[in-house]
């Protein structure tokens, strides 16, 4: 095939194994290119990696990974991070893919991607191609009636979601928005950090673990952080560099309040609408997922394999060790497939 993204584009970069998604199995696979010699670059649609463990059961405890009982699946996320994106020799966060051409004069991938803070579009060749893409896109919620965020630049820190990192909150004025587990985690590190918290909950009560609900109030006694239950916010906007967000209560009140950061902590949406992108580039669906060969994790498409939860085959199941085996499989397959090129 020779189409649209066979034009070179600024920037392009060039490496053996290409792997879009960040999640466990994504990242397992990076972890195992470095162990195998292989030259990997990682694409990843959001700013931080970890797939679902981060971004929609950050603070459940893990089970069924050996050594990992009861962790909680951020920062188990977060160690996996820490080990194995050291080996990618290039990872692009807040980078979503969204083309996938094969070309046949030169045997690789090009594999096409925006990247979502500078709208900078690179385009990648590989020679191999690991799809770890689990469930799909995962697109932080907002309140929906809210309006300014699309003229709030997406490189500045004014909004952010779900952030557990203490030191960001060093000293400043912040807004965590939620009502649930991951909102009252926010919460509670801001707290012991920045110079004033408000929890703001659209719901006339938390819905997070009765412990949590009690912990949040032994601070909101002791002025560490303020509770604002029934506002929702209608209006972010930055004005004479002033970060404001207006937030309006059951009884249509409105009030403005002047922030470092708003934190969304609100859940994610979670958007698989990379099927279209599959077929085209002629891989074999079933089930709205990539079916692969379980001996070589090899999908229809040569030199192209796929691991994690995007993957069907039979008795498939979705949990973190089957992603670590099949991610590993992959670059086993590729990496012999390459020693036996050279002998
Ligand atoms: C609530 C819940 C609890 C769970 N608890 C457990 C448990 O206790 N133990 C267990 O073993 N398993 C558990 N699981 C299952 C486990 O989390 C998943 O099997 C595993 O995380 C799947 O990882 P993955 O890498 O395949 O996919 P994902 O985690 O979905 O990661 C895919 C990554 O690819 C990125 N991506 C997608 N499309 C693109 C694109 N076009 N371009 C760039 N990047 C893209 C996404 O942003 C994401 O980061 C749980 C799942 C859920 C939902």
Redesign the pocket.
């Known amino acids: 095939m020779n189409g649209p993204l066979s034009q070179p584009l600024n920037g392009d970069d060039r490496c053996e194994v290409a792997i ?8 397992y696979a990076v972890y195992s290119c470095g162990m195998g010699g292989l030259d990997s670059i990682l ?4 700013e931080t ?9 950050a603070e ?6 050996p050594g990992q009982y009861g962790e909680r ?1 951020g920062n188990f996320a977060e160690k996996m991070s820490n080990e194995c994106l050291q080996y990618a020799r290039r990872t692009y966060l807040g ?4 083309e996938i051409e094969r070309t046949e004069e030169t045997d690789e991938f090009l594999i096409r ?1 925006k990247d979502q803070a500078t709208g900078h579009i690179h385009v990648v060749s590989a020679k191999h191609l690991i799809i ?7 697109t932080p919620c907002v309140p929906s009636a809210m309006s300014g965020l699309e003229h709030i630049d997406p490189r500045s820190d004014f909004v952010q979601y779900y952030r557990m990192q203490r030191d960001f909150y060093t000293g400043k004025v912040v807004v965590i928005v939620g009502g649930g587990d991951s909102a009252a985690d926010c919460a509670m590190m801001a707290a012991d950090a920045a110079r004033s918290v408000v929890l703001m909950h659209k719901k006339p009560k938390l819905v997070c673990e009765a412990a949590k609900i009690a912990q949040i109030e032994r601070l909101q006694q002791s002025s560490k952080l303020s509770i604002a239950l029934n506002y929702q916010i209608v209006e972010i906007r930055e004005a004479d560099s002033k970060r404001l967000i207006v937030a309006r209560n059951a009884e249509e009140m409105d009030i403005t309040i002047e922030v470092d950061h708003v934190v969304f902590c609100c859940g994610f949406v979670v958007n ?1 609408g ?1 099927l279209a ?1 599959f077929r085209n580039l002629g891989l074999e669906i079933e089930d709205n997922l990539i079916k692969i060969d379980i001996n070589t994790m090899a999908t229809s498409v040569k030199n192209c394999y796929a ?4 993957v069907t085959y039979a008795n498939k199941k ?6 670590l085996f099949e991610a590993d499989r992959a670059v086993r397959i590729i990496r012999n497939a390459r020693i036996r090129s050279f002998q």
């Not at 770890?132 to 995962?138: D, K, L, N, P």
């Not at 691991?307 to 995007?310: K, L, P």
């Open positions: 879009i998604g960040a999640g466990i199995a994504g990242m694409v990843e649609a959001t990696p970890g797939g679902q463990c981060m971004a929609l059961y459940k405890a893990l089970y069924g990974v699946a980078c979503f893919v969204d991607f770890a893409t689990g469930v799909g896109r995962m698989n990379m992108m691991v994690g939860d995007v979705k949990s973190i060790v089957p992603c």
